[in-house]
Nanobody, 113 residues
């Protein structure tokens, strides 16, 4: 199971840090990712980190968002800086281990003045 937290309301230019805690002992072997879905739009990849620590980002968040993982806590983070109104969405964490994909429940991020 994945439990996401850290969403909320923030002003443009502000920051938030999302956390996703995983249960079980297979976290260290899993590739992790954050996706987001705005109303009426498809769910898109925001950032991903492999079990080995390699990262990739959507072009729209490069330089502003940072994904990281703390294996000792079975947790993946998404540090979001310089937030924009277009970052408003429900953010979901995702774990991939082989062919098994697990989704968290989502956390709402709203960027508005």
């Amino acid at each position: 199971q994945l439990q996401a937290s850290g969403g909320g309301l923030v002003q443009p230019g502000g920051s938030l840090r999302l956390s996703c805690a995983a249960s079980g002992s297979l976290f260290i072997f899993s590739d992790m990712a954050w996706y987001r879905q705005a109303p009426g739009k498809q769910r898109d990849l925001v950032a991903a980190i492999t079990s080995g620590g390699s990262t990739n980002y959507a072009d729209s968040v490069k330089g502003r968002f940072t994904i990281s993982r703390e294996n000792a806590k079975n947790t993946v983070y998404l540090q979001m800086n310089s937030l924009k109104p277009e970052d408003t969405a429900v953010y979901y964490c995702n774990a991939r281990l082989g062919s098994k994909i697990t989704w968290g429940q989502g956390t709402q991020v709203t960027v508005s003045s």
